[in-house]
């Protein structure tokens, strides 16, 4: 399973990353080309707005399951942080027992979402849904959150069994990405 997560996290890491930051830079720059082009020149593409919007949306989509993977997401650490400062085994214990159940929520929750919209997805390719501008078709943009909801719940499905796996006694190190701890905060 460890080879798996780094697997994982080295296709995270290499590839669907930058992959992200490619796809976040074209609506950049057709945002930066349309400022130019509407102030300067008078003029701007009708489906310019659509596409910088869905496509800086598609980028962040992408992005889910590194920020997940990073601890980067923002969630609620006061409860296993109070049981971790009541101390003792217990405490500890009982802090696991909720940082477990909140990965597995959220793997079940981004599952969910991922299996339960194909259909949805599919429904929009058959009747040819579009943006606003009715000139970008929505489906691909749809197609890439589900993408995105499934990369998080593999991120969320790495994060319950590294934490089952501590809850047995098995270090199998941090589940977050090297340099930053179990927190999420960068070190």
């Known amino acids: 399973m460890r080879r798996a997560y780094l697997a994982w996290r080295a296709f995270e890491e290499r590839f669907l990353q930058y992959a992200a930051a490619i796809l976040l830079l074209g609506p950049t720059l057709l945002a930066i080309v349309e400022v130019v082009r509407r102030y300067g020149f008078g003029v701007s593409f009708p489906w310019r707005q ?33 049981l971790r400062a009541k101390g003792g085994r217990t405490g500890r214990a009982a802090a696991e027992v909720v940082e477990a159940a909140v990965a597995a929520v959220g793997l079940l929750f981004c599952a969910f979402v991922a299996w339960h919209g194909i259909p949805v997805a599919l429904r929009m390719i058959e009747t ?8 970008i078709p929505l489906w691909p943009f749809f197609i890439v959150f589900l993408v995105g909801m499934g990369f998080m719940a593999v991120s969320f499905f790495f994060q319950l069994y590294a934490q089952i796996q501590s809850m047995r006694g098995v270090n199998l190190g941090s589940p977050y990405v090297e340099g930053t701890d179990r927190n999420g905060s960068i070190l």
Do not use: E, N
């Open 50 to 82: 659509d596409a910088v919007t869905y496509g800086i949306l598609a980028a962040i989509f992408l992005f889910f399951g590194i920020t997940q993977s990073r601890g980067l997401h923002l969630r609620v650490t006061l409860l296993p942080s109070l």
């Open 128 to 135: 040819g849904r579009m943006t606003q501008s009715q000139i």
